[in-house]
């Protein structure tokens, strides 16, 4: 890489570079040239003259990078002519010279020189000219530095005193050694030294660093004599604290001259300020008034009492002691009707940093202050200690602590100590929490009537308890289930529990048992709970058709086709399974019309066939209508004229392929591993067992259509179906006609398979071979499967043509 070094404005500096070289190279190489991969050129040597040469579209070479004082601690057997850096400190690159044995800056500029004012050149320090009180300094007023110079280099040379007058001067030292320096005079001497004292004290600062040697000036007194009339000085304008002293801060002198000419009046300083002035006496009229200016800035109220010298040659009538001035204390009013509220202010909850109330006030004196508020609500306000440093209107930050117990307004009284002029009022807003309570789940209950198709009235209520932490408006729901939904709204005015009652609404399309998820609006979700409502399915009618205790409505109350049905154990609003209620309807051997009106008078919702009950061709059109059309329940169980058997299954279906057949003496039949209500409802699981036949003579039906689901087979043969149901409509098939014949004490196992409780509850049964039967189970099952099906699908309103 090439570098070329501009031209500064004190010199043109070449330096090359060499950082690194990433090949292993030998003495007989010429030069070199790195290149990185934004450089596409192909390989060539370093430009003619340079035996290093770096090149790249997007970086630059690092060197070391140091600061002055690092720079400094490098070793001088490491200094090695040429040795580049880059200096943090000035920001340019330092380079060591050999030949003047020093660092030089590419950037033109020399450091900053160091040298001194040894114990043996103090003595040489000297001031030149005349100096007197009064009388101002010229050109031949100079003073005299010899120092000793370790590093060339810039400098800057002051020498001050505290009576009116200093002297200066800056410069290069071009090299090391020995120089004397001319440092002229700028001011005029204000006080000529007292008998017996060396003069004024000269501090002179090398390169900012003050130097040890301090020569003194002596300084001659002026001519002049004046009486001071003490009991007439006055202090004029304003004094606060912290507020620099102005034009406008001084003290008046009544002065009477004796001898004309130059004088001098100064105090001394006290509570950071003090008064001076001079001037020059032109006649010698008496009670003269002079100003002397303060200056300086007041640490502190109160009273100062100051002493007053001169250059009066009679100082005992021309000094003062004891002048009061007066430093006011901090004063200022407070304007709470202004008072703005900032940050979030809510029941309950602590403040923080950013809960503030800016406060305007009117600073008539400065000073140090606190300002607060009293405490209310369980909360206050402070400023902590502030510093009013100027004056007028202005804005001061309370910060509020504490936690507010209770919503509203909370009025505070604002006062200031020290200097608030009086009190005042605020008020902070505090707001509520939002409406919080919790919901005990367990304790939910319902009251009213829940049954299918009944519009809820004002007594179908939910009772909910809760736990109210802070009041507010409430609204608890429920979702829409089956038609029904609760809620209610309102507002809690106390804490603690209680209950809230929500009111139902909506009428239940269905019966059966469903859960209602109940949502609160509390902050904190309240807890979430569910309460499940039990709907009783409505009253069902129900058509018996055939002989004997082979169906419902020519049974006796002992037979299980009738007992199963009608006890309140199985089926009522307290049942196994909730229903309001079953009318069995004796429709016999009936037949076409008389069968139609049956139906449609008593308004029926399901038709049991057992057994000897053959439906003619009428009939049979007649029960097609009832399943597809009015949506109702069909079971079916026939045994005898198989080809009329068939005819109704193949009608219902849709279909012409099935056929159905004598089983012989098959007296078990096992159930399938099949998923359906028959099978597992709320009277029991019996998948995998076996249902009954009733003496021998079952039917088995081949050939099913798909749109039935199997439940059962004729002595294992899965082609052989014992039972069956529709997959869509509510049509079931089973092939006995007395698979729901029994009675309590029978025990036979090849007759009555349907066995029960005295109470009615149906029970399995020991059968033949030693196999259990479980007719009742699936009868109950049945029922519980056709009620649901016609509280969700029947056309009441549907009349059989």
């Known amino acids: 890489?090439?570098?070329?070094?501009?031209?500064?404005?004190?010199?043109?500096?070449?330096?090359?570079?060499?950082?690194?070289?990433?090949?292993?190279?030998?003495?007989?190489?010429?030069?070199?040239?790195?290149?990185?991969?934004?450089?596409?050129?192909?390989?060539?040597?370093?430009?003619?003259?340079?035996?290093?040469?770096?090149?790249?579209?997007?970086?630059?070479?690092?060197?070391?990078?140091?600061?002055?004082?690092?720079?400094?601690?490098?070793?001088?057997?490491?200094?090695?002519?040429?040795?580049?850096?880059?200096?943090?400190?000035?920001?340019?690159?330092?380079?060591?010279?050999?030949?003047?044995?020093?660092?030089?800056?590419?950037?033109?500029?020399?450091?900053?020189?160091?040298?001194?004012?040894?114990?043996?050149?103090?003595?040489?320090?000297?001031?030149f000219g005349t100096y007197r009180s009064g009388q101002i300094l010229i050109a031949s007023n100079y003073l005299t530095v010899p120092v000793t110079v370790t590093q060339p280099g810039v400098y800057t040379v002051s020498a001050t005193t505290t009576n009116g007058y200093y002297f200066g001067t800056n410069g290069t030292f071009p090299t090391a050694g020995t120089y004397t320096l001319n440092l002229p005079a700028t001011g005029?001497?204000?006080?000529?030294?007292?008998?017996?004292?060396?003069?004024?004290?000269?501090?002179?600062?090398?390169?900012?660093?003050?130097?040890?040697?301090?020569?003194?000036?002596?300084?001659?007194?002026?001519?002049?004599?004046?009486?001071?009339?003490?009991?007439?000085?006055?202090p004029l304008g304003n004094y606060y604290i912290g507020i620099p002293l102005t034009s406008s801060n001084k003290i008046t002198v009544s002065v009477s001259p004796t001898v004309l000419g130059f004088w001098s009046m100064n105090t001394n300083t006290v509570n950071g300020?003090?008064?001076?002035?001079?001037?020059?006496?032109?006649?010698l009229t008496p009670n003269q008034t002079v100003e002397l200016l303060g200056t300086g800035t007041p640490d502190a109220s109160g009273t100062n009492n100051f002493n007053l010298v001169s250059n009066a040659t009679t100082q005992a009538t021309a000094s003062c002691t004891g002048i009061p001035v007066t430093v006011q204390a901090v004063a200022y009013t407070i304007d709470c009707g202004t008072a703005t509220q900032s940050g979030t202010y809510l029941q309950d909850v602590p403040?923080?940093?950013?809960?503030?109330?800016?406060?305007?006030?009117?600073?008539?004196?400065?000073?140090?202050?606190t300002i607060t508020t009293t405490t209310a609500n369980g909360i206050t306000f402070t400023s902590g200690l502030v510093n009013l440093s100027i004056l007028g209107a202005q804005n001061i930050t309370l910060t509020g602590s504490g936690t507010p117990t209770a919503p509203g307004t909370t009025a505070l009284t604002v006062s200031g100590t020290p200097g608030a002029a009086a009190t005042c009022a605020l008020n902070?807003?505090?707001?509520?929490?939002?409406?919080?309570?919790?919901?005990?789940?367990?304790?939910?209950?319902?009251?009213?009537?829940?049954?299918?198709?009944?519009?809820?009235m004002a007594a179908n209520t939910m009772t909910v308890p809760v736990n109210v932490t802070y009041v507010g408006a409430y609204s608890i729901t429920t979702n829409t289930v089956n038609g029904i939904s609760f809620s209610a709204t309102g507002t809690f005015s106390s804490v603690g529990s209680q209950n809230v009652i929500m009111t139902a609404t909506g009428t239940p399309t269905s019966g059966g048992t469903f859960s209602y998820a109940i949502t609160a609006n509390s902050t904190n979700g309240g807890v979430a709970c569910n309460k499940s409502i039990t709907f009783v399915f409505r009253t069902m009618k129900v058509l018996g058709l055939g002989d004997g205790m082979y169906q419902p409505g020519t049974a006796g109350t002992g037979d299980a086709s009738r007992a199963i049905l009608a006890s309140t154990a199985n089926f009522s609003p307290t049942g196994t399974f909730q229903v309001q209620g079953i009318t069995i309807i004796n429709g016999g051997t009936n037949q076409g019309n008389t069968l139609k009106n049956l139906i449609n008078t008593n308004n029926i919702d399901i038709i049991v066939i057992g057994y000897n009950?053959?439906?003619?061709?009428?009939?049979?059109?007649?029960?097609?209508?009832?399943?597809?059309?009015?949506?109702?329940?069909?079971?079916?169980?026939?045994?005898?004229?198989?080809?009329?058997?068939?005819?109704l299954i193949n009608t219902i279906c849709g279909s012409s392929t099935a056929?159905?057949?004598?089983?012989?003496?098959t007296y078990t039949n096992p159930v399938l591993n099949v998923s359906d209500p028959v099978l597992s409802g709320p009277f029991g699981i019996i998948t995998g067992f076996n249902l009954g036949s009733d003496v021998n003579n079952s039917y088995y039906v081949t050939g099913l259509p798909g749109n039935v689901t199997s439940l059962s087979t004729q002595n294992g043969n899965a082609t052989r179906i014992f039972s069956f149901k529709h997959n869509t409509l509510g049509y079931l098939y089973v092939g006995d006609s007395g698979w729901t014949a029994g009675q309590v004490s029978n025990t036979s196992t090849t007759t009555w398979p349907a066995k029960f409780a005295s109470t009615g509850q149906p029970l399995s049964k020991a059968y033949d071979s030693g196999v259990t039967v479980y007719n009742s189970i699936m009868y109950a099952n049945t029922m519980a499967w056709a009620i649901k099906y016609v509280q969700d699908n029947i056309n009441s309103s549907y009349v059989l043509p």
């Open 659 to 665: 056929v159905v057949s004598g089983t012989g003496t």
């Open 188 to 234: 005029t001497p204000n006080n000529g030294t007292a008998v017996g004292d060396p003069g004024d004290p000269v501090t002179i600062t090398l390169n900012g660093k003050a130097s040890s040697c301090i020569p003194h000036i002596p300084v001659a007194p002026a001519d002049v004599d004046y009486v001071i009339n003490c009991g007439v000085i006055n």
């Open 351 to 369: 403040l923080t940093a950013l809960n503030t109330i800016t406060l305007p006030i009117n600073v008539t004196a400065t000073g140090q202050t």
């Open 613 to 647: 009950y053959q439906p003619n061709a009428t009939s049979i059109t007649i029960l097609n209508d009832f399943v597809q059309n009015k949506k109702g329940v069909l079971i079916h169980s026939q045994e005898n004229d198989s080809s009329g058997t068939a005819n």
């Open 428 to 456: 902070v807003t505090i707001g509520a929490q939002p409406v919080t309570y919790t919901t005990n789940c367990a304790g939910i209950t319902t009251a009213g009537n829940y049954a299918p198709g009944i519009a809820m």
């Open 273 to 283: 300020y003090s008064f001076s002035g001079t001037g020059t006496f032109t006649s």
């Open 1 to 127: 890489m090439k570098i070329t070094l501009y031209k500064t404005k004190k010199n043109i500096l070449t330096v090359c570079f060499i950082l690194f070289s990433l090949y292993s190279l030998t003495a007989q190489v010429n030069n070199t040239k790195i290149k990185d991969g934004t450089v596409s050129t192909s390989p060539e040597k370093a430009k003619p003259g340079a035996i290093f040469e770096l090149e790249s579209n997007n970086k630059g070479m690092l060197t070391s990078r140091l600061t002055t004082a690092q720079r400094d601690a490098i070793p001088p057997a490491n200094l090695t002519d040429g040795l580049l850096i880059y200096n943090t400190t000035t920001g340019c690159f330092d380079y060591w010279s050999q030949i003047q044995n020093i660092w030089l800056s590419i950037c033109g500029t020399l450091p900053p020189a160091v040298f001194e004012i040894s114990t043996a050149q103090c003595a040489d320090v000297q001031a």
